[in-house]
């Protein structure tokens, strides 16, 4: 996936999630939105910086990356939602595009779908918009079963 198919995914992904952590439709709603927002779409910029150095779809396109962003916060406190723009990257790059990435790096071998299409496809914002609403389907469902068993969503 090109870099405007991942801003585009990060920011319909952000603000889908921001909505359904607070969806009463009050200002904290909005404050939700810019809060997951803009995290979630710097973090789905992060893999491709591997385009710069290291290896494409490798260096920064796998598991032990994913894993460091999601203790980040854990540790230091802050950088909170990243790792969902880094995870969403992940998975549109896996789905939505022709080739996989290196999950397992420094294992080499690629891992992807065979939905995907190629990066500069006329189908592609079409194949990005649908994967989004399909993450956006999985965080629904995550956050109704966390509130089903009184477990805190945010
Ligand atoms: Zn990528």
Do not use: C
Not at 63 to 82: E, K, R
Not at 120 to 137: D, R
Not at 142 to 147: C, E, K, P, T
Request: aromatic share 12%.
């Amino acid at each position: 996936m090109n870099k405007d198919g991942h801003v585009l995914n990060g920011l319909l992904f952000g603000i889908g999630v921001g909505f359904l952590l607070d969806p009463s439709g009050k200002e904290t709603t909005i404050i939700s939105i810019i809060e997951v927002t803009i995290p979630v779409t710097l973090g789905a910029l992060v893999p491709d910086i591997d385009t710069e150095f290291g290896r494409h779809r490798k260096t920064l396109h796998n598991l032990p990356v994913l894993g460091l962003f999601i203790a980040f916060p854990y540790v230091f406190g802050n950088l909170h939602y990243v790792w969902l723009g880094v995870l969403t990257h992940y998975i549109l790059d896996i789905v939505g595009s022709k080739r996989g990435i290196a999950l397992f790096y420094p294992y080499t071998q690629e891992y992807g779908f065979p939905t995907g299409v190629a990066t500069k496809n006329s189908y592609t914002n079409v194949v990005t918009l649908a994967i989004t609403a399909g993450e956006l389907v999985v965080v629904f469902a995550v956050v109704q079963a966390l509130a089903r068993y009184g477990l805190p969503v945010a």
